[in-house]
């Protein structure tokens, strides 16, 4: 190849100075370009997005007027709102993907060897975070953070053998002072931080959990001679990861910030949604605000609700589900892979789920209110025998028994010609509704936007198979093909949508241009700032959507499916 | 080994995009070096590599205009981020170089009538003004039954130094109504600590209230020898003022009297506007042992940001239990 272009001139000097072939990057095969095998990619856009935008606000945050500089930093700083809510919205993307990351892994059994470490610092990195979320909810210091810290303090004092731990957390921080709650919560961040060092490098290190059909046993890892034949990291995971990053980012600052125009959400929803601050706890209204734990800690407060008990309740709440997480890699210790070979572990893995959304819900509902031990037992009972009978009878079958896969629907329709036209006329709809919905927020514009936009959302997803969900290629015939041969109608196929994926390049560079525009006319502070922050939301996204596309045109190839 | 399936069996007949895909690719594998052993030894990723570069699949120009229009996209969202970075431009909050004249608002957030402050009224009614971290008291100030009385012009004398201001009276209807900084000039107490004592509790019973309404014997007999019939009193350590001469100190420990807020009514629209400040400044400005001589340092940002064309006016609390 004695001619290449300027940009693949680029790439390699990066490449080469960078020395990125020698890095202990791990080579991806073609069947992981799927987004449940990067759920630690979104963890990690989550984390790094909520560290930016914390540095920016650690510019402007008085930890000695609390309530005070959070009221400035929404009102007075150009954007500050902006990136105040999207820094909150990214911490619960972060807790929400974490514990999806985690679960996920769960299942597969990826704790075993020979990754019981990257599974201890990965469980280790949930506890930190779930501290650092609530003293960063503890720094806005209206009424609802002021009540949790108040709850969490009287929780920890009530065990006289920790109140000495009450002035090294807090400090001063009932008289207003949050100085130590900002440094515990900038220094538990960092920890994760140093954390994630290590668990991306083993995680590099180790692979991503290959494929059961790949590696039925624990150790499941790919030799050195299998990794060589995999995609190198650079360019194309470098490419898929910054799509998921963009786009989860995208989510992050446009969700939140179209939430900041809904007002007067219905209570159950308020501690979940409502990026705003509730009124300081001085204030003559903060009477009328029922006081809430932020969402994340639901459960645990239920709990306490439990029992007068508090050791019991620590026990219950934190103690034996992080002991049992950070123990399991050496309690099931068998090489078996599969949920249904594990049936205990995958049982209780599922009980897991189920208290924790079940009891966060529950404290949403009745927060404070005692539970007897009979409604308890009540509660919690039923899902024990369910999952515990269904563990016990549900069948397992050997793979290579015949399984078809029957297709929700028929992908291919979509991509006609016709149907490429019907998307550039939804997606010229969707701006203007964007536009209106933006110039004037109501429940009308958005009862407009909303519908065409999860169209939208719901074309793009057909169209863009591998962009969120990756698509078997071809039809059912062709996908048992345990033979070499290719499908001739799999290639043009496959070609067609690509050529449909370069059309959508195209309308969304268009449209963020479009967008891009106006962010430079919407007014810096106030309400219509937030507005800037929905652009800049959806910027990202199409940004994410177009490195996506990208992706799946160049790099996709016809015989890769998902396994 | 490289087989074109059909489907609908025999009825499938070539489609133009298959036809000339096959084409394309037959001519490829003749004329572009296509190699058998590499084939074989590679596999089908071999062959879709060929095909793609080869074919009108993805040759080096298309992929070059896709990554044009990625990057397009991406600069322009850079180009979106760019009005964002006023995020790190500090916003100028000391810049308020002058009183601004805000007009008085009442709790459901429109202009507070002046007839309709209630006359030596025991609730705390606050106001921010110049910045949001000022607190004002706004008082109708009447005699012992209850009547409004006319606030004359006087002169106030700052006792630590001996400097001389002249209050300018009260407003309103009555020219009853006057506003004092609610934050005690000695050590900075705020309500409910210092707040009003109306006619009807400077009595000796509230020798012996409980706190904040607590007054000292020495409280009481300075009102009486300056026949006030009302008081500002700081519980914390006992300094009085007397509201209806400009917040002149009655009783120490304070050596300096609360700063007045301006106001002025308009009698028309029966609206009050606080438009500035006067005497000494805000505490702690002076705390130091030297009092502000000049009200404006009150405007300082570390007071919080200005209140702008209106303030609310905050009825705070009842700190009397009967
Ligand atoms: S602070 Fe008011 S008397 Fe000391």
Known sequence: MSKESLSSRVSNWFKDRLGLDDLPLFKTPDYMFHVNEWLGALVAGAFFYTVISGLILLLYYNPEAGYDATETIINTVPYGSVFLYSHLYGSYAMIILAYIHMFRNYFTGAYKKPRELLWIFGVLMLVLTLGASFLGYSLIGDVLATSAVDVGAGIISSVPQLSFLLPILFGNYDSGDFTRVLAWHIILVALIGFLFVFHLLMAERYGMMPSRKVKPKAPAVYTKEEDQKFNPWWPRNFVYMMSLIFLTWGFIIAIPNALAYLNGLPQELDPFLNPKPAPPPSSPLAAQVTTYPPWFFLFVYKIADFTSDVVLFLLIGVIIPLVYLLLVPFIDRTDELHPLKRRVFTGIGILMITYLVQTSIWGDIQPGIQVSVAEQVLAYLPPAIIVAIGMAFLPYREKGSTRTKVPMFKKAQFSSPIAVLLFMILAMLMAGAATLFLASPSPLSAAIFLPILSLFVFYAKALTPVAIKAMPQGDSSASDSTSETINSTDVIKLERKKRIATYMIGVLLIMSAIIAADMWTIPSTGFESNMWGIDLGLLFIMLGEAISLYHYVVYKKPNESYE | ?322
């Open chain 2, 1 to 322: 080994m490289l087989s074109f399936h059909s489907k609908k069996g025999d009825k499938k007949v070539l489609s133009p995009d298959e036809f000339h895909f096959i084409r394309e690719l037959t001519f490829a594998i003749r004329n572009k070096g296509f190699d058998p052993k590499e084939f074989v030894k590679k596999g089908d990723s071999y062959l879709f590599n060929f095909a793609e570069k080869n074919t009108s699949g993805i040759d080096e120009k298309r992929r070059n205009f896709l990554k044009a229009m990625v990057i397009g996209v991406g600069v322009v969202t850079v180009a979106g981020i760019i009005p964002g970075l006023r995020v790190l431009v500090p916003p100028n909050v000391s810049a308020v170089s002058s009183f601004p004249k805000s007009v008085l608002l009442n709790s459901s957030g429109s202009p507070l009538k002046a007839s309709s402050i209630s006359v030596n009224s025991p609730i705390i009614m606050l106001f921010n003004y110049p910045l949001s971290g000022e607190p004002n008291f706004l008082l109708n100030l009447g005699d012992s039954s209850g009547k409004p009385v006319e606030v004359p012009s006087s002169t106030v004398t700052v006792p630590q130094t001996g400097d001389k201001y002249t209050f300018p009276g009260g407003v309103g209807p009555n020219k009853s109504i006057v506003a004092y900084s609610a934050i005690c000039q000695h050590l900075g107490c705020k309500p409910p600590f210092i707040h009003f004592y109306p006619p009807k509790y400077l009595t000796p019973a509230q020798l012996t209230a409980p706190e904040p309404d607590t007054l000292t014997a020495e409280a009481l007999a300075s009102a009486k020898s300056a026949k006030a019939p009302a008081i500002i009193h700081c519980d914390c350590h006992g300094s009085t003022y007397d509201p209806y001469h400009g917040a002149q100190p009655l009783t120490g420990p304070t050596v300096r009297p609360l700063p007045t807020v301006l106001l002025e009514w308009d009698s028309s629209t029966d609206y009050l506007y606080a438009l500035g400040s006067l005497g000494v400044g805000i505490y702690p400005e002076g705390a130091n042992g030297v009092p502000s001589k000049n009200p404006t340092v009150d405007l300082s940002s570390n007071f919080g940001s200005s209140v702008g064309d209106k303030t609310e006016v905050k009825e705070a609390e009842n700190p009397f239990s009967s």
